[in-house]
């Protein structure tokens, strides 16, 4: 619309002193005097049309926003989703590893406990980050902190605890006495967050169907890549010659996952120095093909 309304006015502005300029009697135009005062009638109309592109433009802005505000002053709500704080291992992802994997037993502290056995997995370094994100939220967004506050959740612990570490934070920078700490219950979290989990849902089966090979494209895909994988995860300590195609490509969500937690965690590497930069770009590359096929 802007862009219409300016040419309009120089249509307009064109067309009123082009027939000026145009019914000026000269007499004879090939006279240096005549050119001159032709050029200068140009040059004339040239800083004319400038001025009026201008000033269309201006009027045409002060229309639009001369009295808006600042546009901070017009959000009324701010929905935000965020993914839970870095973790160690869900216990699913080393399902390709056998007990004594040193893949696996990374995970394990010095009296034994698997850092992976419950659903609280979250890192030191993931709380750090849900507080720090609260914290930066609650100074970008402090006038709707101030209104209401209010969250959902996946009911697995690393994710109830990354709100509530958020929202704290938000309470903290924004100045907000008694932020909700617990997620909004509707009987549906499982269902709503982890469908993929959720027995007798359409979505759980739709995933199971994908292990099994039961989607023809994932399990083209899955075959192609199979000697490959076999090859990666020998290097690991693993041979799984009879894993099924479609399971063996599914694993490499849970390789690309182990691989990221051990960047967080910093002190755990035997995967990503076992397996190598080419092998964990693969498992990179076939987790997103799968992620795909899933999402």
Same mark, same amino acid.
């Given at each position: 619309?802007?862009?219409?309304?300016?040419?309009?006015?120089?249509?307009?502005?064109?067309?009123?002193?082009?027939?000026?300029?145009?019914?000026?009697?000269?007499?004879?135009?090939?006279?240096?005097?005549?050119?001159?005062?032709?050029?200068?009638?140009?040059?004339?109309?040239?800083?004319?049309?400038?001025?009026?592109? /201008? #000033? %269309?433009?201006?009027? =045409?802005?002060? @229309?639009?926003?001369?009295?808006? *505000?600042?546009?901070? $002053?017009?959000?009324?709500?701010?929905?935000?989703?965020?993914?839970?704080?870095?973790?160690?291992?869900?216990?699913?992802?080393?399902?390709?590893?056998?007990?004594?994997?040193?893949?696996?037993?990374?995970?394990?502290?010095?009296?034994?406990?698997?850092?992976?056995?419950?659903?609280?997995?979250?890192?030191?370094?993931?709380?750090?980050?849900?507080?720090?994100?609260?914290?930066?939220?609650?100074?970008?967004?402090?006038?709707?902190?101030?209104?209401?506050?209010?969250?959902?959740?996946?009911?697995?612990?690393?994710?109830?605890?990354?709100?509530?570490?958020?929202?704290?934070?938000?309470?903290?920078?924004?100045?907000?006495?008694?932020?909700?700490?617990?997620?909004?219950?509707?009987?549906? /979290? #499982? %269902?709503?967050?982890? =469908?993929?989990? @959720?027995?007798?849902?359409?979505? *759980?089966?739709?995933? $199971?169907?994908?292990?099994?090979?039961?989607?023809?494209?994932?399990?083209?895909?899955?075959?192609?890549?199979?000697?490959?994988?076999?090859?990666?995860?020998?290097?690991?300590?693993?041979?799984?010659?009879?894993?099924?195609?479609?399971?063996?490509?599914?694993?490499?969500?849970?390789?690309?996952?182990?691989?990221?937690?051990?960047?967080?965690?910093?002190?755990?590497?035997?995967?990503?120095?076992?397996?190598?930069?080419?092998?964990?770009?693969?498992?990179?590359?076939?987790?997103?093909?799968?992620?795909?096929?899933?999402?």
């Amino acid at each position: 619309l802007l862009k219409v309304e300016i040419k309009l006015h120089q249509s307009a502005a064109f067309a009123s002193h082009q027939s000026k300029a145009t019914s000026h009697s000269c007499g004879d135009r090939r006279r240096s005097g005549c050119r001159k005062k032709l050029q200068r009638q140009a040059a004339a109309l040239t800083r004319l049309l400038g001025r009026r592109r /201008r #000033a %269309a433009m201006g009027q =045409a802005l002060a @229309a639009l926003c001369g009295n808006a *505000k600042d546009p901070e $002053d017009d959000v009324v709500g701010v929905s935000i989703l965020f993914r839970h704080g870095a973790r160690f291992p869900n216990k699913a992802e080393l399902d390709a590893f056998s007990s004594t994997n040193a893949v696996r037993t990374q995970w394990h502290t010095e009296s034994c406990d698997a850092l992976y056995a419950t659903d609280n997995n979250m890192t030191d370094t993931g709380r750090d980050q849900m507080t720090a994100l609260g914290e930066s939220l609650g100074g970008k967004y402090a006038a709707q902190a101030a209104r209401e506050l209010r969250w959902e959740s996946s009911p697995a612990g690393r994710c109830v605890e990354s709100g509530a570490l958020c929202l704290a934070g938000v309470a903290r920078s924004a100045n907000v006495d008694r932020p909700p700490l617990s997620p909004v219950e509707d009987g549906a /979290r #499982a %269902a709503t967050f982890k =469908a993929w989990d @959720a027995k007798g849902t359409a979505y *759980k089966e739709l995933v $199971d169907g994908l292990k099994r090979g039961d989607d023809a494209a994932f399990n083209a895909t899955a075959r192609s890549r199979r000697g490959a994988l076999e090859r990666a995860y020998l290097k690991l300590g693993e041979d799984h010659g009879s894993v099924g195609d479609a399971q063996l490509l599914y694993w490499s969500c849970y390789a690309h996952c182990l691989a990221e937690a051990e960047a967080y965690d910093g002190a755990r590497d035997v995967l990503t120095k076992s397996a190598g930069p080419e092998a964990l770009e693969a498992f990179e590359a076939d987790a997103r093909n799968t992620w795909g096929r899933r999402f």
